[in-house]
């Protein structure tokens, strides 16, 4: 139970962390173009108009608020801990733990914390940590390299007042509270509430928001992949590129979200499918019924394998659809991130194999695979001991690879299943399985160095078995990044333009 707990924790890290990369990473672009109104001009008696929308709120008509302004925290509320900060807070002595747990309002956490808005449809998000509590958690290693302790970054953002909510591109949501027009996130403290008026510093940021931006390709939404699956779940979105020629043999690809096999949904590889869309390559998205081990029975309910065999449906809704539409789509490419990178892989290099577990049938060749961070190996030698990996001890246990497969492919749930079975269980999800017995494709790798998630040291890892399987494959390496290539832009778009090239070369006539 101990192990199965502190599997938890890591697949938490997995989410969590990525989201905090995104949204609180700083910023090294220097925006400005319109200035913004000043500060005396915005007004401090903001009423309710007759639609009942506080005026703060008002949109304008590209739904975005209609004029600029910024909401200070409110240092009087009491400090609650959010799950992320949870995950440093259980891993120190106790009489730093006593001493988080003296501040007590969030006068004693932060310097300062705002959100400004703006009518272009753009966020700027800013703060600053106090030194005391800054390094209160700087007993654990990776708080410094996770959480700086101050910045300010650009993100866009969409308003739903019907649910009271701000949607922001790295995926967090925002809650609004139209009678006392306040602001509340979950960052630091779970329920940091932006209650006062700020001043508007600076200049709008420049850009355009991602909805906003002029798409030469149109997207099917939550179309049905398989009506035996719930029909929140079995949903895919296909991206058609408008000069698609359908005269000709058509390639797709498909990208798969992280979140570690437990979480997520397919609008986390929806700027991913954008790119490939772009460029003018027919891209799919995906919900999947993600894996889920019942910590009350001890049995795992969906597996991993159960994620493979939902892929397989979109890949079958998806010739369907070509058909029907003309598109003439006769093979495919899989893009992932994280465990959505272990997916990408297994499934690409399972193609035709005789394992029991899950569906291999070939419905579309798959070309080419670019796999982000993905492990390839779920052995202990990939997950832990190795002396390479420096940070290796940080976010890890013994046995947590083997441990994962176990848990995630429900091998767990036979506990009479012999070494040699559950040898083969944890063989099916790792694709340097497959490539050691002959099955696997052209590969694209990229691989943080500052990852404490998962071992960099896979990239070189697969790159040896394709290697000496004579396989093409390209691996990058993103030496200033966590678990993604955001401190690394030059680098990741490589990483992007490389899986562009492998669809320019392995998309063929057929």
């Not at 929308?53 to 608020?65: D, H, P, Q, R, W």
């Not at 509590?133 to 969409?158: C, G, K, N």
């Not at 790792?430 to 990229?446: E, F, H, Q, R």
Request: glycine share 6%; aromatic share 12%; with cysteine.
């Amino acid at each position: 139970m101990y192990y199965i707990k502190k599997i938890a924790i890591l697949i938490l890290a997995v989410i969590l962390t990525v989201a905090v990369l995104i949204g609180c990473a700083p910023s090294g672009s220097s925006e400005t173009t319109d200035p913004l109104e000043s500060a005396s001009e915005t007004r401090s008696d903001i009423t309710q108009t007759s639609s009942g929308i506080a005026s703060i709120f008002e949109l304008n008509e590209n739904g975005y608020f209609s004029q600029s302004f910024s909401k200070t925290i409110d240092f009087d509320e009491p400090v609650e801990y959010s799950d992320f900060v949870m995950l440093f807070y259980i891993n120190l002595d106790d009489e730093t733990k006593a001493k988080a747990d003296s501040y007590a309002k969030a006068d004693m956490v932060f310097e300062s914390s705002s959100l400004t808005f703006y009518p272009n449809g753009k966020v700027r998000l800013s703060y600053k940590l106090l030194d005391e509590f800054y390094s209160t958690f700087s007993e654990r290693e990776l708080w410094s390299a996770i959480v700086p302790q101050q910045s300010e970054t650009v993100l866009d953002y969409m308003v739903d007042l019907d649910h009271n909510e701000i949607m922001l591109s790295d995926g967090s949501v925002y809650t609004i509270n139209q009678s006392d027009e306040s602001i509340t996130r979950a960052f630091v403290l779970a329920n940091e509430v932006y209650s006062k008026t700020g001043e508007l510093v600076g200049s709008q940021p420049t850009g355009v928001p991602a909805k906003d931006q002029v798409n030469n390709f149109r997207v099917m939404k939550d179309i049905q992949f398989d009506s035996e699956i719930s029909d929140e779940i079995a949903k895919m979105d296909v991206y058609i590129p408008d000069n698609l020629d359908t005269n000709k043999s058509n390639g797709a690809i498909f990208t798969i979200y992280g979140g570690g096999w437990t979480s997520g949904n397919k609008d986390g590889m929806k700027s991913m499918a954008d790119i490939y869309a772009q460029t003018g390559y027919l891209a799919v998205t995906m919900n999947l019924n993600n894996a889920y081990h019942n910590e009350q029975t001890g049995v795992t309910e969906v597996t991993v394998f159960d994620m493979l065999n939902d892929l397989q449906a979109c890949v079958e809704k998806l010739k369907e659809l070509s058909y029907e539409n003309g598109w003439n789509i006769t093979q495919i490419a899989m893009v992932g991130s994280s465990s959505g990178g272990n997916l990408a892989l297994t499934y690409a290099y399972s193609r035709g194999t005789d394992v029991p577990y899950f569906n291999t049938e070939e419905v579309l060749p798959v070309r080419f695979v670019a796999d982000l961070v993905g492990p390839v190996d779920m052995h202990e030698s990939a997950w832990y001991g190795d002396e390479e990996w420096e940070d290796r001890d940080a976010m890890t246990v013994p046995g947590a690879g083997p441990l994962y497969a176990a848990l995630l492919t429900g091998s767990c749930n036979n506990p009479d299943m012999t070494k040699e079975e559950q040898e083969a269980y944890l063989n099916a999800m790792s694709p340097v399985w497959y490539v050691d017995n002959g099955y696997s494709v052209p590969t694209v790798m990229g691989y943080s160095l500052q990852d404490f998630i998962q071992n960099p040291n896979n990239g070189k890892l697969l790159k040896r078995y394709l290697d000496q399987k004579s396989i093409r494959n390209d691996l990058f390496t993103f030496p200033n990044s966590v678990h993604s290539y955001a401190n690394d832009p030059e680098e990741g778009q490589a990483f992007i333009d490389k899986s562009i090239e492998y669809a320019e070369t392995y998309f063929v006539e057929d």
